[in-house]
């Protein structure tokens, strides 16, 4: 049959070959990552010695300080759902930063607009521990949350930039729980700090830390962009303007074949190098992309899936931390202001406990997927270890809604393990979600990025938005078993999305490959 006339699937299937003694495949984020003797590493490791290999909480810990604030707001007229908009708001402007910073970042490099959120944040931090009243106070939380949102997006591509495929959950997952501790940690003594010295004390602590952070950055966070096609990703044949281009193949490179540092051919690495603040030239055609393509895999079915888990999940979490403090200070448990953040001693348990499951777990299932299937690792299998967090996500939002509606008939423990139990539904979705997508469109990774970590900020701000509102309509009981009823919905969609992620995959991988030769990019 002339070549011409075979399909753009039927292309792709041809395009499958044994290169090196290993079965490869044009399906977009199928890869050799083991055989019968050793892991390969994907992406192919660079000669080049100069390739690094190495605020949240102002904006998640501010439920603690709800309670202060809200009989002076109240005074002033301001009512306990625009008072809730002090958290919700900011977490949808997390969406809105990375939105913007994410195309940044890819057109001129990761470190300058990590170092810029940074600053950005103990701006947004400074000026609200003097904030004068409600509507100066939500706009300059929301300048927080453009600030703080970086944690979620750019951080993640720095860490997958650095780290190898069959590391890269375990990687991501210990970035996680560092993250959720020090947060939770902050958070935990929240109230009690603005209890002690008040809430502009507890602002200026989480500045001064910013500004730690943004000092150890400058010395030890160097830019992690580096230019790789997508045969160092272990993809073979590109399929280019309906034809397939010949000049890439998949370059799959066992461990022991990892290459020594050259020194002769590339400039040393050191600190000064490091240092750098722009490192690659700009080019701007990639955030132009971003945005683009960001829209466009949004329509991908298993893409579209993962962002609302992802958004609808984030969006609860969002409203359980927005409540808990009015849950707990009421009767029958009647908790003090400065001791209800004390909840937030469950997430550091769920950071905990969602480092194996998550981390080394995830890695762990792909690794033994891979070697059950000839030594070919298919993105789907990242899903296998979300029915768990899943199915605490749905416990955990019945639990919350029944002790919430009727405090006299279940222990105040019930909420401390519901909060927890359903941020553990939230980070399964966040990493299982983040790696499933890097794996499957290594073409698309920044967009993937955008479309999970930003835009989800606008599904969140919707699920949350009009929690109290919810509330005072259907009751605790009402508003999270819906909560939980969708949940559990968008986990069974889930199913179909592991039994045909590779057909979708082929069908929607024409869109997801280079629209140019001779450029590498992770965004077009």
């Known amino acids: 049959m002339d070549e011409k006339h075979i399909s753009t699937i039927e292309r792709r299937e041809l395009a499958e070959d044994e290169i090196n003694g290993l079965k490869q495949t044009a399906t977009m984020g199928t890869v050799t990552i083991n055989d019968t003797e050793e892991l390969m590493l994907v992406p192919q490791p660079s000669a080049d010695p100069r390739v690094s290999s190495a605020g949240l909480s102002m904006v998640s810990g501010f439920g603690g300080l709800l309670g202060f604030?809200?009989?002076?707001?109240?005074?002033?007229?301001?009512?306990?759902?625009?008072?809730?908009?002090?958290?919700?708001y900011p977490s949808m402007f997390m969406g809105v930063g990375n939105l913007i910073s994410m195309p940044l970042a890819l057109a001129i490099g990761r470190r300058p607009v990590y170092l810029g959120s940074c600053m950005i944040l103990i701006l947004g931090g400074c000026l609200c521990a003097y904030a004068k009243d409600y509507n100066h106070h939500l706009w300059l939380r929301m300048l927080i949350g453009i600030g703080a949102g970086n944690s979620e997006a750019l951080v993640p591509m720095m860490i997958q930039e650095v780290h190898f495929i069959h590391e890269r959950s375990q990687c991501l997952m210990w970035q996680v729980?560092?993250?959720?501790?020090?947060?939770?940690?902050?958070?935990?003594?929240?109230?009690?700090?603005?209890?002690?010295?008040?809430?502009?004390?507890?602002?200026?602590?989480g500045v001064g830390l910013s500004a730690a952070v943004l000092i150890a950055s400058i010395f030890f966070v160097p830019e992690t962009k580096y230019v790789r096609d997508l045969a160092a990703y272990g993809q073979s044949a590109e399929l280019i303007a309906g034809h397939i281009d010949e000049k890439f193949e998949p370059k799959p490179m066992r461990m022991s074949e990892r290459p020594a540092l050259d020194t002769v051919r590339y400039p040393p690495r050191t600190l000064r190098s490091d240092m750098r603040l722009f490192v690659n030239k700009p080019d701007w055609s990639e955030g132009f992309y971003a945005l683009k393509n960001t829209f466009q895999i949004m329509l991908f079915p298993n893409v579209f899936w993962v962002f609302c888990l992802n958004g609808f999940t984030l969006g609860v979490n969002i409203a359980l931390a927005t409540t808990y403090g009015t849950i707990l200070s009421a009767p029958p448990y009647n908790f003090s202001n400065d001791k209800v953040s004390y909840i937030n001693v469950a997430q550091i348990f769920t950071a905990l406990v969602a480092l194996p499951l998550l981390g080394k777990g995830s890695d762990w299932v792909i690794k033994r997927q891979a070697r059950n299937n000839g030594g070919v690792h298919e993105p789907e299998s990242r899903l296998l270890p979300l029915g768990i967090p899943l199915a605490f996500g749905v416990l955990a939002a019945v639990l919350y809604g029944q002790a919430a509606q009727f405090p006299g008939k279940l222990h105040w423990f019930a909420v401390v393990f519901a909060y927890g139990a359903?941020?553990?539904?939230?980070?399964?979705?966040?990493?299982?979600?983040?790696?499933?997508?890097?794996?499957?469109?290594?073409?698309?990774?920044?967009?993937?990025?955008?479309?999970?970590?930003?835009?989800?900020?606008?599904v969140s701000f919707g699920s949350s938005y009009g929690v109290a509102k919810f509330i005072d309509t259907a009751g605790y009981d009402g508003a999270f078993g819906a909560y939980a009823g969708i949940t559990a919905g968008l986990g069974l969609i889930g199913i179909p999305i592991y039994l045909f992620g590779k057909r979708i995959r082929q069908f929607t991988g024409r869109w997801a490959v280079k629209e140019r030769t001779g450029k590498p990019s992770l965004t077009h």
Do not use: H
């Open 69 to 88: 604030y809200i009989p002076g707001y109240v005074e002033k007229g301001a009512t306990y759902a625009d008072i809730t908009a002090l958290m919700t």
């Open 177 to 205: 729980a560092m993250q959720t501790i020090v947060s939770a940690i902050l958070n935990i003594f929240a109230s009690p700090i603005a209890g002690a010295v008040g809430t502009t004390a507890w602002y200026l602590i």
């Open 422 to 458: 359903y941020y553990l539904c939230f980070l399964g979705s966040n990493i299982v979600g983040i790696t499933f997508l890097l794996d499957s469109y290594p073409a698309r990774a920044g967009p993937a990025l955008v479309v999970i970590c930003a835009m989800r900020g606008f």
